[in-house]
């Protein structure tokens, strides 16, 4: 018997001589004492034998949880066919769609990803059936339970009549056939207002995610109106307006300049009195994307953990996590599977105002990377191309964090190497982090218990 390789230990915590133990492939986490953690560190030595008598039990119970495996032949194999349960298996009983009503937008972000890729173009009726057609089918083929949409852009309310229209037809269609629907918006913000609010919410709308960078003398030279104008006291109206009618979430962006402007927005937050009222606050760094180079584009980082993570932006990470614990808003904790989702047979999938289908939303406004069509029934090539990238299997096996990095972010890997196929290796930044991730998992336990 020995260690799994996926095991990451943490010592002295909670009190000098208590460890914790977690395993990236189970996320199973345990406090061991000294003695024992003594013993799993020497497994094999013939002089623990009575040890591992008197530990007779906890080591069963640490084998089924992963932080023992029988050799490490043993340890590869689960960690195979955990990679092909990952690849293949669904997770989730809910079907997960962004879809793009417009690729116009009110603002002009200086940071933009789809600047200099975007045509205006909103979503027609046409496409919007077909939309719903394949939707459905979707559902119906892969057995999901219910629908989740994210209403994304551009700016998606510049397309009410086809955001209006998609909802009201799931919503019925939903009802009527045995499935939960919910949708979210994500939005500038500027067009949410009460009224929106209201009139959505019969249709099914559940969350809001605003981006909003920082206060006024922050957000407004970053996200001023098209045709010039700040835009933060809008917002920041229809916040307040609507935070108590539905969960308003906050995507904050950052960049290697720092994270003041985070300060000085939880303060102004605390101040109003909506911190606390307000869902998640996702906060990620802006980093170089697709796009020629004569003409760099940016992109505001992507929900995926592996693509925000940036050994670089470390210090930034450490102190947002830090401000946030000081204002007592849950940070990350643990280290969730956040393996690739183009890598995978059920990731989520986005539609654009053409009906194009992508499987990364950092990747929409380039069709050479989209994955197929809403008008068609089946993917194209790049789909299948993606899904037999075994990206991780490229790794050494023996890498702690393989169960939940997989190889790392696929678009990082082609902006910065030129191949899809290489690893975005986060090892230094993830041993830097994963420490303290386990320990405030743990706390976290502890406190819900
Ligand atoms: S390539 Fe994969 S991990 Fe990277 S941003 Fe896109 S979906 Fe997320
Ligand atoms: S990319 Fe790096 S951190 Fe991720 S699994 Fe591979 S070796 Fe490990």
Redesign the pocket.
Same mark, same amino acid.
């Given at each position: 018997m020995q260690l799994s390789f996926y095991n990451i230990i943490v010592d002295d915590h909670p009190i000098p001589g208590e460890h914790l133990l977690y395993n990236t492939r189970t996320q199973a986490l345990v406090k061991v004492e000294g003695q024992l953690m003594g013993l799993l560190k020497r497994l094999d030595d013939p002089k623990n034998f009575s040890l591992r008598m008197q530990y007779a039990n906890e080591l069963v119970h640490l084998h089924e949880m992963g932080f023992i495996v029988d050799n490490k032949w043993d340890d590869v194999r689960r960690l195979v066919h955990f990679l092909g349960d990952l690849k293949y298996k669904k997770t989730t009983d809910t079907f997960s769609v962004t879809i793009l009503t417009t690729m116009a937008c009110n603002f002009k972000c200086t940071y933009c990803f789809e600047e200099n890729t975007r045509k205006p173009l909103c979503m027609d009726r046409r496409t919007c059936d077909a939309t719903l057609k394949w939707i459905k089918e979707r559902v119906i083929r892969m057995k999901y339970d219910s629908i989740f949409v994210t209403f994304y852009g551009g700016e998606p309310l510049l397309n009410e009549e086809a955001l209006e229209y998609l909802a009201n037809d799931l919503r019925d269609w939903c009802a009527g056939n045995g499935f939960a629907f919910r949708f979210m918006i994500q939005t500038n913000g500027y067009l949410m207002t009460h009224e929106r609010v209201q009139k959505y919410l019969p249709l099914g709308l559940s969350d809001v995610r605003i981006s909003l960078d920082g206060v006024a003398e922050d957000h407004d030279l970053k996200r001023p109106l098209r045709g010039g104008g700040g835009t933060f006291d809008e917002i920041m109206k229809n916040i307040v307006e609507n935070i108590s009618h539905v969960r308003i979430g906050l995507s904050v962006s950052y960049d290697k300049s720092g994270v003041a402007h985070i300060a000085r927005l939880l303060d102004h937050l605390e101040k109003i009195g909506i911190l606390h009222q307000l869902g998640r606050i996702i906060c990620s760094p802006v980093r170089a994307s697709l796009g020629q180079s004569v003409h760099p584009e940016k992109i505001c980082g992507s929900a995926c953990l592996?693509n925000y993570n940036d050994e670089e932006l470390l210090h930034s990470v450490i102190e947002i996590n830090r401000l946030m614990s000081v204002k007592g808003i849950s940070v990350q904790k643990g280290l969730p599977i956040s393996a690739c989702p183009l890598l995978r047979e059920h990731g989520a999938f986005s539609i654009d105002p053409q009906g194009r289908l992508f499987g990364c939303n950092s990747m929409l406004g380039h069709p050479e990377f989209s994955l197929g069509d809403i008008f068609h029934n089946t993917f194209n090539d790049k789909r299948r191309k993606f899904l037999n990238m075994d990206?991780?299997l490229?790794? +050494?096996v023996h890498?702690?964090?393989?169960?939940?990095?997989?190889?790392?972010c696929r678009l990082i890997s082609f902006i910065e190497h030129g191949r899809f196929e290489r +690893?975005?290796?986060?090892?230094r930044y993830?041993d830097k982090m994963a420490p303290d991730l386990v320990k405030k998992e743990y706390d976290a336990l502890c406190q819900s218990s």
């Open positions: 592996i990206v991780g490229n790794c +050494p890498c702690r964090y393989l169960p939940v990095c997989n190889g790392g +690893p975005d290796c986060k090892v993830l």
